[in-house]
């Protein structure tokens, strides 16, 4: 009878703070979506295809940002390629170092290195070659046109010359 009655206290007390120890421990964390981090980086959406979706977003602003595939836009006139991992580093109205995102000036991809988000435009670093847009032509993630690797076959069998 008294291992009975011991059982059923120590029942009691763990119906008893189950509920507490439920409530004290912490919510899940549930971390920005890539819109949601661009906002608040002060980023347009737009720079990113709609394809972005996961991320790893270090203290120091690196980051590395992965595609479902990688993808081929046309934004403004321009192709522009993203490879599946992009990476660099990131501060407010800035990315730094970009690796993975590459346009096709004439016959050839060049990387994009950088982009700049002031004075309402968008600038482009290609190399040593900038480039600005007004920020306005941002407005929504652009859709693949094809994937990364079908386009550079493509790339692959046109004429140096037209």
Same mark, same amino acid.
């Given at each position: 009878? %008294?291992? %009975?009655?011991?059982? +059923?206290?120590?029942?009691?007390? &763990?119906?008893?703070?189950?509920?507490?120890?439920?409530? +004290? %421990?912490?919510?899940?964390? *549930?971390?920005?979506? =890539?819109?949601?981090?661009?906002?608040?980086?002060?980023?347009?959406?737009? &720079? &990113?295809?709609?394809?972005?979706?996961?991320?790893?977003?270090?203290? /120091?602003?690196?980051?590395?940002?992965?595609? *479902? /595939?990688?993808? !081929?836009?046309?934004?403004?006139?321009?192709?522009?390629?993203? *490879?599946? @991992?992009?990476?660099?580093?990131?501060?407010?109205?800035? $990315?730094?170092?970009?690796?993975?995102?590459? !346009?096709? =000036? &004439?016959?050839?991809?060049?990387?994009?290195?950088? !982009? #700049? =988000?002031?004075?309402? #435009?968008?600038?482009?670093?290609?190399?040593?070659?900038? @480039? +600005?847009?007004? $920020? =306005?032509?941002? @407005?929504? +993630?652009?859709?693949?046109?094809?994937?990364?690797?079908?386009?550079?076959? !493509? *790339?692959?069998?046109?004429?140096?010359? #037209?």
């Amino acid at each position: 009878m %008294a291992m %009975a009655a011991a059982a +059923s206290a120590l029942l009691l007390l &763990l119906l008893m703070l189950g509920p507490a120890a439920s409530t +004290s %421990a912490a919510a899940p964390y *549930d971390p920005p979506t =890539v819109p949601e981090l661009m906002d608040r980086f002060g980023l347009p959406r737009a &720079l &990113l295809p709609e394809t972005a979706r996961r991320y790893l977003l270090h203290n /120091d602003g690196t980051f590395e940002l992965f595609l *479902d /595939d990688g993808c !081929v836009v046309e934004a403004g006139g321009y192709r522009v390629g993203y *490879d599946i @991992k992009l990476s660099g580093t990131v501060s407010h109205g800035a $990315v730094a170092g970009l690796e993975g995102v590459r !346009v096709r =000036v &004439l016959f050839a991809w060049l990387p994009i290195t950088g !982009v #700049e =988000v002031a004075g309402g #435009e968008v600038t482009v670093h290609i190399g040593p070659i900038t @480039k +600005s847009f007004p $920020v =306005v032509g941002f @407005k929504s +993630s652009p859709r693949c046109i094809a994937g990364l690797a079908a386009a550079a076959a !493509v *790339d692959a069998s046109l004429p140096l010359v #037209e």
